[in-house]
């Protein structure tokens, strides 16, 4: 048998010697024992402050719920630069209403002004929405905020179920003034809160239903609406489409409102998008018994048909719904 041999010439040799000792360095070198570097720290964790009311009350609703609330974006800040750098640099952790860290999905907020309205607004949450929440945490924190918008709508109303929008780390509500509200109002708007909830949950879990069996109907009943192949989701305004106050009354086409677009100062209707759709409807489910909303509508039978629809859908994903 013959013995081949690898010949190491001189360019090859000097970079395999050089690693040799600098593994036999490695292996002879006492390295430290490892230690926690206690980085993984849990944030979300609120802190009492009895000597602030406000901030007392938002220790009270965590410790009640086990849900952080918090009235700016940035909960974490830490100085990384070196000693007399200047200026001086510094990491934060932040609250995110984007769905993802590389979210393409954008949110306009304005910062909450005062926060005066969050003791009456945290006895709504706890009393009003958390029990009808699924028993499941599906949010972290709650990022209060003056207004959000993601689209181009105005006029929109607490029954269109805009209130809240569930972000990548955080639950962004719309924080009104609870004190001065009736008990309908009260409602409303915690049934509005709970509708951005459940929009997130249900397009999680049954995305492929709500397109089956909720959106399908009104592209049904609008398929010979316009001239051209649009989807009535498109969410354009109405009159770029058809002869402005042609379009027909919401209710045929098995919606319960349209938006408000303002074009050149003008109020115009504009078409839903599907979480329009899917927020409206749930607003109804979480306010209205099933009775209340049949007498309510009628005349409307797409309407009723998709308004039992959601109803299903939010009860199977766990949400409490009034009978």
Excluded at 108 to 129: A, C, D, K, M, W
Excluded at 192 to 198: K, M, R
Excluded at 311 to 321: C, D, L, N, T, V
């Amino acid at each position: 048998m013959k013995l081949k041999y690898m010949r190491l010439t001189t360019p090859l040799l000097i970079p395999c010697m050089l690693m040799a000792s600098m593994l036999l360095t490695a292996s002879c070198r006492k390295e430290k024992a490892p230690e926690p570097s206690n980085l993984d720290v849990n944030h979300f964790v609120i802190a009492d402050n009895p000597n602030d009311p406000i901030d007392h009350a938002i220790y009270e609703f965590y410790k009640n719920t086990g849900i952080a609330s918090y009235c700016t974006d940035t909960i974490y800040k830490q100085k990384i630069s070196r000693e007399n750098e200047s200026p001086a640099r510094y990491k934060y952790i932040t609250l995110s209403l984007e769905y993802t860290p590389l979210s393409d999905f954008y949110v306009n907020t304005i910062p909450l002004s005062s926060r005066q309205r969050i003791p009456g607004l945290l006895n709504l949450l706890q009393t009003e929405v958390v029990p009808k929440l699924p028993s499941t945490k599906i949010f972290p924190s709650i990022l209060f905020l003056d207004s959000f918008a993601t689209y181009i709508n105005s006029d929109i109303q607490i029954s269109h179920g805009w209130s809240s929008l569930q972000g990548f780390n955080t639950l962004g509500v719309m924080a009104k003034d609870v004190e001065p509200m009736n008990a309908a109002e009260r409602k409303m708007y915690a049934a509005s809160i709970l509708a951005g909830i459940a929009d997130k949950r249900l397009t999680d879990m049954m995305s492929t239903r709500l397109q089956k069996e909720f959106f399908s109907i009104s592209r049904e009943a609008a398929k010979n609406l316009f001239p051209y192949d649009v989807d009535i989701y498109f969410g354009w305004p109405f009159l770029f489409l058809v002869p402005p106050g042609s379009e027909p009354p919401p209710t045929e086409l098995g919606f319960i409102y349209y938006p408000t677009f303002y074009l050149g100062g003008m109020p115009v209707p504009n078409m839903l998008r599907e979480t329009d759709d899917t927020r409206s409807f749930l607003a109804a489910s979480f306010y209205y018994t099933e009775q209340e909303f049949t007498t309510l509508h009628a005349n409307d039978p797409l309407v009723l048909k998709k308004f039992g629809i959601i109803r299903s859908f939010a009860k199977e994903a766990g949400f409490k719904i009034p009978e």
